[in-house]
């Protein structure tokens, strides 16, 4: 008897493990296949190239615009963070004011702000780029970017 369990165990166990081994291959694979042709940030502008069908002049001016924009936002993000670890430091200590938290909470939302127009101004720029037959196509684009990862009701109305 002790050896019939020892020999189901044991078939059991590699059978565990071959179907581990063999999910771990399917993840690993499934990983590189979706990666695979990814050229990480660059993505959304070759998606946008390709849809709009920029010519080459317009993926330069884009390319330029886009260094400007990072270049411009950077700082911003890097202060919006600092506000941001600045805010929940707050949590340390043991007690903490409605005006403080309002505060610091205001701090942020006017850094977001700031960020939010920056951005809006450049997406402005972006579309001086196209020509009066590719706005449309460039509209439509970016409503579908701002609308990427949305998981509330707004984002299943507009579908």
Same mark, same amino acid.
């Given at each position: 008897?002790?050896?019939?369990?020892?020999?189901?165990?044991?078939?059991?166990?590699?059978?565990?493990?071959?179907?581990?081994?063999?999910?771990?291959?399917?993840?690993?694979?499934?990983?590189g296949?979706?990666?695979?042709?990814?050229?990480?940030?660059?993505?959304?502008?070759?998606?946008?190239?390709?849809?709009?069908?920029?010519?080459?002049?317009?993926?330069n001016?884009?390319? *330029?615009l886009?260094?400007?924009?990072?270049?411009?936002?950077?700082?911003?993000? $890097?202060?919006?963070?600092?506000?941001?670890?600045?805010?929940?430091?707050?949590?340390?200590? $043991?007690?903490?004011?409605? &005006?403080?938290?309002?505060?610091?909470?205001?701090?942020?939302?006017?850094?977001?702000?700031?960020?939010d127009?920056?951005?809006?101004?450049?997406?402005?720029?972006?579309?001086? *780029?196209? &020509?009066? $037959?590719?706005?449309?196509?460039?509209?439509?684009?970016?409503?579908?970017?701002?609308?990427?990862?949305?998981?509330?009701?707004?984002?299943?109305?507009?579908?």
């Amino acid at each position: 008897m002790k050896n019939s369990n020892n020999r189901i165990l044991t078939i059991a166990v590699l059978l565990l493990l071959v179907a581990n081994i063999v999910l771990v291959f399917m993840l690993v694979k499934g990983k590189g296949a979706k990666d695979g042709g990814r050229s990480g940030k660059g993505e959304p502008f070759e998606m946008m190239a390709k849809e709009l069908k920029m010519t080459d002049q317009q993926r330069n001016d884009y390319k *330029l615009l886009r260094e400007e924009h990072q270049k411009s936002v950077k700082p911003l993000f $890097d202060s919006l963070r600092a506000a941001k670890t600045a805010f929940y430091d707050l949590m340390k200590m $043991d007690t903490v004011s409605d &005006s403080l938290i309002s505060l610091y909470s205001q701090q942020i939302a006017e850094r977001q702000i700031v960020i939010d127009k920056v951005t809006f101004t450049h997406f402005k720029k972006v579309r001086t *780029l196209f &020509s009066p $037959d590719q706005l449309p196509q460039y509209d439509s684009f970016m409503k579908k970017m701002m609308q990427r990862g949305r998981r509330d009701s707004a984002a299943k109305k507009d579908k």
